[in-house]
């Protein structure tokens, strides 16, 4: 809430607060809360500002002109304007690729990380061992004598959370893919608020 100035019916001076009235009238004792019949003998009103609600959230709000209401309150209100194109896309574009940053730690922490080290030797010699049960794989030799199973159980199980992290992995990348490529093709800033990687 603040104040204005009104002559001849029409805001000359706003915004201005309780100390400026004071300042201005310095004989007047201002109430606090100074009511509309006090205000209006000196030619002020209130003024109350409407809660700013954006269309979306990529919106910049500027006050309006105070104007009164049906009931003769006077309220500042807002008019909207969209972020420059480029700069909704850029802003949906980090989001996106931290959300799918986020995920793919997410998913790496559910596993071991000294474990996730080996992984790329752990899948090679699973896979040569696919190919050629001869195969030389200290790794997975060592992994199955202390689990306990034997070399092929072993490769099998390295083949199996190899094919589920592929999959957990791809997912998100794919979707992170997606979005980037809706955000590229939104053509206003309406269409790239809907974006966004909470909402998928």
Known sequence: MYYAQRVDGRLTDWPLSLGDLRARQPQVSWADQPDAAALAVYGYVRVQVAEPVPVHRFQRASASVPAPDADGEWWQGWTWTDWPLIEARAAVLAEVRAGADAALLALAASY???????????????DALALDVAAVTPLLDAIAAASGEDRATTAARVRAKAAVYATAAGAIIGRRRALEAQAQAATTAGALAALGWSDV
């Open 112 to 126: 071991p990380e000294r474990e996730t080290t080996t992984w790329g030797m752990q899948r090679a010699e699973a």
